[in-house]
């Protein structure tokens, strides 16, 4: 599929500017994992039909609607230029592998690095596997020899940074189990994602030194549709909420009246470290009033420690959660105030 892409995009900005278009965004099928994220990141949806839903919220989340598609066919779609203003696919979830196998870095921004699994892993290695009993011990022993993947580009780039040209090198598509192509010698060399590394194991396959390409979940938009105010507004607060949601921490806010007298030693205990520096403020009496906000997980060991320094009138107030502001700038790839 081809990807047209307009020679000024300022050009083609001006031909839908008087227009507040309804932004769509596209999400890998299947994935429950980033419809939860976006829905707590607060962009309610309703469902049209099993392939489209638009959402209820107002202001920047107001018409914005979610379509899903495969994961590979992601990319592709949103740095596509329609042919009408109502066809733009605007942004989309997907791995950084499947844009770089897609060839569409220059049609595309990247805004944010989104974990697209629960667990809030972001990124994944691809490897090089062989047999255990394999000769193969180094890139350069597959000249040769026939390698099974679904990155071809991956595969034939990281050759290359090996030193060995790629026609010297027989690459096949294995879709599906890859192992099972190595294991019945259809392959010599299978590179594919190595998560956990069970499948690995079971299979009795063995790592080549170095990671072959480590690609992470990311949000893309289309850089035409990005040159546009609106449409740039609408995808930053998404990206950041959605991220809000994702790296939020449950946490519980602690008051309690601390004499003054222990207050060093609080601060020496790492329980009391918080998810964020105490606020303390002294009561004039030998005590001070003492607020943190700790891990939900803590209270109990937090509650003991405080006790045992005198503290009294030890009150726990549940929050919802606790967004650091540090760890969503991190994943963001685009400034937040441009």
Not at 169 to 193: C, F, H, N, P, Q
Request: charge should be neutral; charged fraction near 25%.
């Amino acid at each position: 599929m081809s990807i047209k892409t307009p020679t000024s995009s300022i050009e083609n900005q001006s031909k839908f500017e008087q227009q507040d278009p309804t932004v769509r965004i596209c999400v890998p099928s299947r994935n429950e994992y980033i419809a939860l994220m976006l829905q707590n990141g607060g962009l309610k949806t309703r469902k049209i039909s099993q392939r489209y839903y638009k959402s209820q919220g107002t202001g920047n989340y107001e018409n914005v609607d979610v379509l899903p598609f495969r994961a590979n066919e992601i990319p592709t779609l949103v740095a596509e230029t329609p042919r009408t203003e109502s066809e733009w696919l605007h942004a989309g979830f997907a791995g950084q592998d499947l844009v770089k196998e897609a060839g569409v870095d220059s049609s595309i921004i990247p805004i944010a690095i989104i974990p697209l699994s629960n667990g809030g892993k972001s990124k994944v290695d691809w490897k090089c596997l062989v047999k255990e009993e394999s000769s193969i011990r180094k890139p350069s022993d597959l000249i040769g020899k026939i390698i099974g993947t679904q990155a071809p580009k991956i595969t034939q780039e990281w050759l290359i940074a090996n030193g060995i040209d790629p026609q010297q090198v027989e690459i096949r598509m294995a879709t599906g189990s890859g192992e099972a192509y190595l294991k019945i010698g259809r392959i010599d060399a299978l590179v594919d994602v190595v998560d956990t590394g069970k499948s690995r194991d079971e299979n009795k396959l063995r790592e080549l030194e170095g990671v072959v390409f480590q690609s992470q979940g990311l949000l893309i938009a289309n850089r035409i549709q990005w040159s546009r105010g609106d449409v740039r507004e609408k995808l930053r607060e998404i990206a950041v909420n959605t991220l809000g949601s994702i790296l939020s921490v449950k946490t519980i806010m602690i008051n309690a009246d601390v004499p003054n007298d222990k207050l060093e030693s609080l601060k020496n205990n790492p329980l009391f470290k918080g998810v964020q520096s105490p606020t303390i403020v002294d009561l004039g009496n030998g005590f001070s009033s003492y607020a943190i906000a700790i891990p939900e997980e803590q209270k109990s060991a937090v509650n003991y420690q405080l006790l045992k320094a005198g503290a009294d009138g030890i009150l726990a107030i549940p929050t919802e959660s606790y967004i650091d502001k540090n760890a969503v700038k991190s994943h963001l790839l685009v400034s937040i105030n441009e």
